[in-house]
């Protein structure tokens, strides 16, 4: 794989339009919220890497359905609806009330209701959508590039993913800190999680309902955004086991494991080597936690004629 497959973007040369993104993001994460049924730890709110960008995925609504996409290649907020409807308008630099506005206006047009809380989550100072004046930065170029950043980790943790037959989550972008991310469960509970700012606490018990291994990607953290992998609950020990690549480390400030971006894209294969930190955190999690790990995984190549029906963890 090619390491200009994995494009840089040093976080200070974005962090305006990062910060509008994240906004904009929040809206349309709290719209999908606002009608998609409950599902365990909040999974019904997220979106999804696609092709051309960020996508709340087909969203219920009465006896239908609609999507809204971010679309980071023609530089379009796109909402779409079954009954052949669709609305849009351009992604420039404008204020985060004008956004929310646009996308009120769009909703309207079609005949969507989006009774949503009109403030962000996970951030602070906390300004409701319709008077934030202070984030209204888009360089269309650094988002294109921070979608191909996601593009890639989300094509890594998908095969991540393939490896674990137990519970595990789908590869979605959580808009609340903004970070790809993928879970495995063991299937035992866990403790009730501490609050977060700007979350009530029953959002993060929820989230945090059951004993996990979590990996993703986010847009800090280093000088062009870092992975990380946490446990929770940490097992005894889990910081000082040994993951890999060289760079990784566990960070005492962030309680998890941390691989700066720019080390994975200027590695030999920046696919293995976030496999490798994937894996390795994984198994720090997995090991001191006692998983039973004969049942959680099993090889994703196991019908193809090449690997056995069952393959037993190192």
């Known amino acids: 794989m ?35 049924p409950m599902v365990n730890h ?14 709340t995925s087909a969203v219920p609504y009465r006896t239908g359905a609609f999507e809204i996409a971010f679309d980071f290649v023609g530089h379009r907020l796109e909402v779409r609806s079954s009954d052949g409807g669709e609305r849009g308008f351009p992604l420039r630099p404008m ?30 100072p ?30 890594v943790m998908g095969e991540f993913r393939s490896h674990f037959v137990g519970k595990v989550s789908p590869v979605h972008f959580f808009w609340g800190a903004m970070d790809l991310a993928c879970t495995r469960f063991s299937g035992r509970k866990a403790p009730p999680h501490p609050v977060v700012p700007q979350l009530r606490d029953w959002v993060m018990v929820e989230g945090y309902s059951r004993e996990l291994s979590s990996c993703g990607f986010w847009p800090g953290g280093g000088e062009e955004g870092a992975f990380y992998a ?17 760079g990784a480390h566990f960070s005492s ?20 080597a976030v496999a490798e930190f994937f894996r390795t955190t994984y198994e720090a999690a ?24 069952r393959w037993t963890p190192r």
């Open 2 to 36: 090619a390491t200009t497959s994995w494009p840089s973007l040093r976080v200070s040369d974005w962090t305006a339009t990062r910060d509008t993104l994240h906004m904009w993001t929040q809206i349309v994460g709290k719209i999908r919220m606002a009608h998609a």
């Open 42 to 55: 909040w999974w019904q709110v997220t979106l999804y890497v696609d092709p051309r960008g960020l996508t």
């Open 95 to 124: 204020p985060v009330a004008e956004f929310y506005a646009q996308v009120l206006h769009a909703l309207d047009a079609l005949g969507i209701e989006a009774p949503i809380r009109p403030y962000p989550n996970e951030v602070e």
């Open 126 to 155: 906390a300004i409701p959508f319709a008077e934030d004046h202070d984030h209204a930065s888009y360089d269309g170029d650094a988002a294109a590039l921070f979608w191909r950043q996601l593009l890639q980790a989300h094509r």
């Open 230 to 246: 946490y446990a929770y609950p940490a097992p005894d020990g889990f910081a000082d086991h040994p993951v890999g690549p060289e």
């Open 253 to 272: 400030e962030f309680q998890q494991f941390l691989i700066p971006y720019e080390a994975v894209r200027s590695a030999p294969d920046p696919d293995d």
């Open 286 to 309: 997995a090991v001191l936690g006692k998983w039973d790990r004969s049942v959680l995984e099993d090889d994703p190549r196991r019908w193809d004629g090449t690997a056995t029906p």
